[in-house]
Each structure stands twice: as structure tokens, then as C-alpha cells.
């Protein structure tokens, strides 16, 4: 079993999903954890400024290999609740919790809208199949932001300080290495681990 931690709005992240894929594939189990890299991003967010720069072509280069479409959001948002009811729908419908991780970072990278609005939240959700009720239910009473600082504090002892990150086989990869780097980390995972049948069990 890997461990990630993410953010949606970190773009790292979003093209860490082709990264996740490639674990995937070699037949390991990817528990994504919620981790906001940026909580001082108030609520309403922030004008983006210019992304112009190596990074940025970087990272624009990487999406299109991905597969990705991107298009700069102009707001950088706040996702202390997507990111809330991300790990609750976790926990509470992991079947489900792919599609909504999908559906947040579309609405986001490729849409432009705004992850800190609880509209868009529950919309995602919806059409995730969540039970809109019970969310609510879980933001209202603190549930759901309890079990996002539990992934947090998880993330912290692991020695996370940004996003995307992976534990793997008890070593700490931050950072979009290139996706051979990935393949590879896998290989090496499968070859410490032999005699597993799943590596998904734990």
C-alpha cells in the first residue's frame, strides 16, 4: 500500500493523478490523503497573478503528456472543505472517492471554479453519487474536518511539507518525479515485496 497526500489545488497534484495511474498499474493500492499545502489562502481566495516562468511551462508541458487539460484558474482557492469532505467520502464511500478526487481537481484546473464555494462542492458530490445530507450532517458537526486533520497529522509524522507526497515502502517521495521514476519505484516496491500476492493488503 502507498500513501499520498494531495491538494486540489496544488497543480503538482493534479498531474500526479497520470503518477498514481502508473502504481495503479503495476497492481498497487493508492490511499490518497487530504493535505492542505496552502491554508492561508483566505476564504473567498485569492487573485492568481501571472503564470508565466519555467515552472509553469514545466508544468503545462507535464499535463499535456498526462493527458490533461489546463487552464489556469484566475482565484486561488481555498480547500479546507474540499479537502474535508474529500477524506470523508473516503471514509465513509471509498467506492466513491475516486471519481469525486477527479471531479474536484476538473472543476478546478480545467473549469476555473471556485473549490472553496460549497455549491460546487456538493454539486461534485452529487454527481458522485454522495449523499448530500449526510455531508452536510458531517461538515456541520465537525466530523469531516476532524478526519482531515487526522490525514493532516498522518502526513506530518511521515515527514510531509508538500504536495503531491507518497510513502513508499517507508521512504518519502515529494515532488513530480518523471513518470520512468515511477515505474521504477513500483518495480522496486514489487521486488520488496515478493512473496505478496496484493500489494494493496496491509
Not at 497543480?11 to 502508473?22: D, K, V
Not at 478526487?101 to 461534485?124: C, K, S, T, W
Not at 490525514?151 to 510513502?167: C, D, F, I, K, M
Amino acid at each position: 500500500m502507498v500513501r499520498h497526500w494531495f491538494d486540489f489545488m496544488c497543480p503538482f497534484c493534479y498531474i500526479a493523478q497520470h503518477r498514481n495511474g502508473i502504481l495503479e498499474r503495476h497492481g498497487i493500492e493508492v490511499v490518497h490523503l487530504p493535505f492542505q499545502i496552502h491554508p492561508e489562502i483566505p476564504e473567498g481566495g485569492l487573485r492568481a497573478g501571472p503564470r508565466v516562468g519555467p515552472m509553469y511551462e514545466n508544468l503545462e508541458r507535464e499535463a499535456a503528456a498526462a493527458g490533461l487539460a489546463l487552464n489556469w484558474p484566475a482565484r486561488l482557492s481555498t480547500t479546507r472543505r474540499a479537502l474535508s469532505v474529500a477524506e470523508w467520502i473516503r471514509r465513509t464511500a471509498p467506492d466513491k472517492s475516486g471519481d469525486f478526487n477527479r471531479r474536484m481537481f476538473h472543476a478546478y484546473f480545467v473549469d476555473g471554479q471556485d473549490l472553496g464555494d460549497p455549491a460546487v462542492i456538493e454539486r461534485h458530490a452529487a454527481r458522485a453519487d454522495i449523499d448530500v445530507d449526510a455531508l452536510r450532517e458531517a461538515l456541520s458537526d465537525g466530523t469531516a474536518e476532524t478526519w482531515l486533520a487526522e490525514a493532516e497529522l498522518a502526513g506530518a509524522e511521515a515527514g510531509v511539507r508538500a504536495t503531491p507526497s507518497w510513502l513508499i515502502g517507508g521512504r518519502l517521495i515529494s515532488g513530480l518525479l518523471p513518470p520512468a521514476e515511477f515505474d521504477r519505484l513500483a518495480e522496486n516496491l514489487h521486488a520488496e515485496n515478493p512473496h505478496a500476492e496484493n500489494l494493496g493488503a496491509n
